[in-house]
């Protein structure tokens, strides 16, 4: 249903129905959105997370998926400054320290320092993506009005 409904207020802004297309985003807050304040995976987000997951070479030897060097499942989406949802993600990756962060940085170069804008052409409503904590916490920041 929230598919749905993203995909209704992109469409009413398309159309220059920016007041309504506004109403509906704060509909879709309210049903994302838990009594704790935190908020479900964003579909966005997931999708970057899982392109990272499928790229991860293996450790050993292994089939892909056997034994990734960098594994990152969702831990949780909470509401950040400036219109953003922060989605935080954790590395349960078989590799060392620096074989996640060469490898992170071989797809996406800046991502363990700095972090990265806009590094998902897919979905240009990512803002910012960055890997932390020695390769152990992937953040990713969604403009909240396109959540």
């Known amino acids: 249903m929230i598919k749905d409904l ?26 994302s959105q838990h009594k704790d304040g935190s908020f479900d995976q964003p ?5 970057f997370a ?16 056997e034994n990734p060097i960098n ?3 969702f831990l949780e989406a909470y509401e950040g ?6 989605c935080t993600y954790e590395n349960r990756g078989s590799g060392s320290e ?5 490898q992170l940085e071989g797809m ?20 910012k993506a960055r890997v932390y904590a020695r390769g152990e916490v992937l953040e990713i920041k969604i403009k909240k009005s396109l959540f």
Not at 43 to 47: C, G, N, P, T, V
Not at 51 to 60: F, L, M, T, V
């Open 108 to 127: 996406f170069t800046g991502i363990t320092t700095d972090g990265i804008e806009n590094p998902y052409p897919k979905h240009a409503n990512i803002v």
């Open 6 to 31: 993203i995909k209704f207020a992109t469409h009413l802004d398309s159309i220059g129905l920016v007041k309504e297309a506004s109403t509906v985003d704060a509909m879709i807050m309210k049903l």
């Open 50 to 65: 899982m392109h990272i997951n499928s790229k991860s070479e293996s450790k050993g030897g292994f089939g892909r998926y």
């Open 98 to 102: 620096g074989q996640k962060l060469n």
């Open 81 to 86: 400054q400036d219109g953003v949802i922060i």
């Open 43 to 47: 579909l966005e987000a997931r999708e």
């Open 71 to 73: 594994l990152f499942k």
